[in-house]
C-alpha cells in the first residue's frame, strides 16, 4: 500500500534504545509543523489525484504517541480537511506508549492503523538494547489495539545485541500469536554514535552481515505469509543519510530481493530432495514474474547451483504462481 510519509522524530526521547540514532535514520532531525503537514498533503493529493483514495496518510518515526500530546494533537488536526480523500492514517509508536486514552484521541481522528516499534519478543533482548519496554507491553499493547478495531502492525529487528537466529525466529512466532495485520522486518544496522556501535568497535557484538540475514528472513518471510500475515517491508530505506552513518550489520540496497533468491533456493533445495535429483541438467520451471528472483541477483542460485554439480535452466512458466517450483531432469 502506498503512503504519504511524514516523518516525526522523537526529539528529546527519553529512552536511548542501543540502535538509534533517530536524525539518521529518518535523514532528518527538525519536527514537521501542522502547516508542513498540510502542505504535504496537499501537494500529494494534486499529484495522486484519484489514487490518493488507495494511499495513507503515515506518521512514521516510532514513537508518534509517546511525542508532546499538543503537538500529537496538532499533526493530527492537520489531517482533518484531508481525511475523506486518503485511504486512512497510519501512525508507528512504542508499545508503552499505548493505553486506552491515547487510543480513543487516535480513534476520533480517523487514524486506521497502528504500527508497534516491538524489535523482540525476549524479554532479555529487550533489556540488552535498553528499549524500556518488556515482551508483555508489546502483548498488551497489541490486544488493546485490535479489541479497538485497528489494523495492527508489527514491526522486528533480526540481529539485536545478544539476540540469535533462535531469538527471532521465537520473535516471529510470537508475533503470529498476535495476529497482527502487517509486519516490518528490520535486520540490524549499526549506526555511529548509538550503543551497539561502542558495542561493535569493542568487540562485544557482531551483528549480522546482509548475506546472513537474508537467510534468516528467508525464513521469517513464509512464517508470516503462511499465517496470512501481509510482510510489508524488509530491510531498512536506502537513504543517503543512513549510508554516511551506517557502519555494519545488514544493509542492501535491494535486501527484500535477495530474501525472495533465497526462498527460491530453499524451495529449488526442497524439491531436488523430495525428487531424489542429486546432479546434472535440470529445468526449473518458476512463476513467470518470479524468473529473475528465482535465478538471483547476478545469477546467484544458478551460480550455487552449479558448484553442487547441476546444470540448471530456470524456465518462466504461465500457470505457477505463489513461489511454486517444478523441476524436470533435463
Ligand atoms: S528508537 Fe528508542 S531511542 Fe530512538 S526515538 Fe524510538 S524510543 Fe527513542
Redesign the pocket.
Known amino acids: 500500500m502506498a503512503n504519504v510519509a511524514i516523518f516525526v522524530?522523537?526529539n528529546g526521547?527519553?529512552?536511548?534504545?542501543s540502535?538509534?540514532?533517530?536524525r539518521h535514520i529518518t535523514g532528518q532531525s527538525s519536527q514537521p509543523t501542522a502547516n508542513d503537514v498540510k502542505s504535504t498533503l496537499k501537494t500529494a493529493l494534486s499529484s495522486l489525484k484519484e489514487k490518493s483514495k488507495e494511499t495513507e496518510i503515515a506518521f512514521f518515526?516510532?514513537?508518534f504517541t509517546?511525542i508532546d500530546k499538543n503537538y500529537m494533537l496538532e499533526l493530527l488536526e492537520s489531517t482533518k480537511e484531508y481525511i475523506g480523500s486518503f485511504k486512512g492514517i497510519r501512525i508507528s509508536t512504542?508499545p508503552d506508549a499505548i493505553n486506552s486514552e491515547i487510543l480513543d484521541i487516535l480513534k476520533s481522528y480517523k487514524v486506521t492503523s497502528i504500527e508497534l516499534?516491538a524489535q523482540s519478543m525476549v524479554d532479555s533482548v529487550l533489556s540488552a538494547n535498553?528499549?524500556?519496554h518488556s515482551a508483555n507491553d508489546i502483548k498488551k499493547a497489541s490486544h488493546l489495539i485490535k479489541s479497538y478495531g485497528f489494523s495492527l502492525g508489527l514491526q522486528m529487528m533480526t540481529g539485536l545485541y545478544q539476540s540469535n537466529d533462535d531469538l527471532d525466529l521465537y520473535t516471529a512466532n510470537e508475533f503470529i500469536k498476535l495476529n497482527p495485520d502487517t509486519v516490518r522486518i528490520y535486520p540490524t544496522v549499526v549506526l555511529d554514535n548509538t550503543t551497539l556501535a561502542s558495542l561493535f568497535k569493542s568487540g562485544k557484538y557482531s551483528p549480522p552481515d546482509a548475506e546472513t540475514a537474508s537467510k534468516l528472513c528467508a525464513k521469517l518471510i513464509p512464517m508470516f505469509e503462511n499465517a496470512n500475515i501481509k510482510v510489508i517491508r524488509v530491510g531498512l530505506h536506502d537513504t543517503e543519510s543512513l549510508k554516511s552513518n551506517m557502519i555494519g550489520g545488514a544493509f542492501h540496497p535491494a535486501f527484500r530481493e535477495l530474501c525472495e533468491a533465497q526462498i527460491y533456493y530453499n524451495k529449488i533445495l526442497t524439491v531436488l530432495n523430495a525428487q531424489n535429483i542429486n546432479n546434472g541438467e535440470i529445468n526449473i520451471l518458476v512463476p513467470k514474474a518470479d524468473l529473475s528472483k528465482a535465478i538471483g541477483q547476478k545469477g546467484y542460485n544458478r551460480q550455487k547451483l552449479l558448484t553442487m554439480g547441476f546444470t540448471p535452466s530456470f524456465i518462466p512458466n504461465d500457470t505457477l504462481a505463489n513461489r511454486q517450483v517444478l523441476i524436470k531432469k533435463g
Open positions: 522524530p522523537h526521547c527519553p529512552h536511548k534504545c540502535f538509534c540514532d533517530q518515526g516510532g514513537s509517546a512504542r516499534g535498553e528499549r524500556g
